[in-house]
C-alpha cells in the first residue's frame, strides 16, 4: 500500500447519506472514509437531472481531489439521475484511469427480489427517483418476473431534518403514503427504503404496514455489496487507506451540519467547510 492517503468516498446531497456510512463503518471500519455533504444546494430531490448531474459531478471531483479513488453515491436522486453519465462520459476524461464511482442502486436491485415471497414490491422515494424509474429498470433486469409500485413521499426528508420524525405529526404523512401504496397492490409484501433519510421513520413506517412486511434500509446491503466489490477488486483494495479515519465536508455551516449529523450518524462529529 502506498504512503498516501486514500480513503473511500462517500457523498449525498445532505445528510441522508450519513445513514449509509454508519453502516459501512460498522462493516468496514479499518478504512479511511471522506463524506461529503453537498448541504448548501439540498433538496436534490426536486431538480432537473442536468443540475442534479453537475452537481453531482462536481463534488466527486472535490472528493477525488482528497485523495479518494472510490466514491460511493449515497444519494438515491445522485444515484438515478447522475451515475451513469458520470461513469460513462466522465470518468474516462478524468486524469487516474483507475478511479471508480458506485451509486447504492443496483445492490439493492440485485437482491431485492429474494425477498419477496408475492412478486410485488414497493418503493418509497423522493419524487426525483421515483420520476427517474431507475428502481422499475434495474429491478427488471435481476428480476423481471417482479412488479415493482412506487409512492413519492415529498414530506418525509423535512420531517426527518427538522426532528419530527418521531413527533404524533409526522404520522399522517407516513400513513398516506404508506396506504397510497398499499391501494396501489395490496399483495406487496417488501418495501423499499429508497431514500437515506427514511431509516429514520422506520418505526412509524413499520406502524402502518401489515404485519410480516419485510421493509429494506439500505445501508447494511450497500455495506455487504462494497465489501464484496473490493473483494473483487484486490488492486484497488489494495489501494485504499486503512487507519480507521473519519473525515467530514459540508458546503454549508459546519455548525449546523454537526448538530444534524449527531442524528443520522449516531454519534458526535466534527466537519469543516467546504466551498465550492
Not at 453502516?23 to 455533504?37: A, C, T, W
Not at 436534490?44 to 472510490?70: K, N
Not at 466522465?90 to 443496483?106: E, N, Q, T
Not at 405529526?169 to 395490496?186: C, E, N, S
Amino acid at each position: 500500500m502506498t504512503g498516501v492517503s486514500q480513503p473511500i468516498g462517500v457523498f449525498d446531497s445532505g445528510y441522508g447519506g450519513l445513514t449509509i456510512l454508519r453502516e459501512l463503518v460498522r462493516k468496514l471500519p479499518q478504512y479511511d472514509y471522506v463524506y461529503l455533504g453537498d448541504n448548501a444546494r439540498t433538496p436534490y430531490g426536486t431538480r432537473s437531472f442536468e443540475t442534479v448531474y453537475q452537481y453531482t459531478l462536481e463534488c466527486v471531483r472535490h472528493l477525488f481531489d482528497q485523495g479518494c479513488r472510490l466514491v460511493i453515491l449515497a444519494c438515491n436522486t445522485a444515484s438515478a439521475k447522475a451515475l451513469r453519465n458520470i461513469q460513462q462520459l466522465d470518468l474516462p476524461k478524468m486524469d487516474g484511469p483507475d478511479r471508480r464511482v458506485l451509486g447504492v442502486i443496483r445492490p439493492t436491485t440485485e437482491v431485492i427480489g429474494t425477498y419477496s415471497q408475492t412478486g410485488q414490491v414497493g418503493v418509497l422515494a423522493t419524487r426525483g427517483t421515483v420520476t427517474s424509474e431507475s428502481y422499475v429498470v434495474e429491478i427488471e433486469k435481476f428480476f423481471p418476473e417482479l412488479r415493482v409500485f412506487q409512492e413519492a413521499c415529498p414530506m418525509w426528508v423535512p420531517l426527518v431534518e427538522n426532528g419530527e420524525y418521531t413527533s404524533p405529526g409526522a404520522d399522517y404523512f407516513v400513513r398516506q403514503h404508506i396506504d397510497r401504496l398499499l391501494t396501489q397492490a395490496p399483495g406487496i409484501d417488501t418495501i423499499l427504503l429508497a431514500c437515506t433519510h427514511y431509516p429514520l421513520l422506520l418505526d412509524k413506517i413499520r406502524q402502518f404496514t401489515p404485519a410480516g412486511t419485510t421493509i429494506l434500509s439500505q445501508g447494511g446491503i450497500v455495506a455487504d455489496s462494497l465489501a464484496d466489490y473490493l473483494f473483487r477488486h484486490p488492486a484497488l483494495e489494495a489501494e485504499c487507506s486503512k487507519h480507521g479515519r473519519r473525515t467530514f465536508l459540508t458546503t454549508d455551516s459546519p455548525v449546523d451540519f454537526d448538530r444534524q449529523a449527531t442524528v443520522f450518524y449516531g454519534e458526535q462529529i466534527q466537519s469543516r467547510h467546504l466551498a465550492l
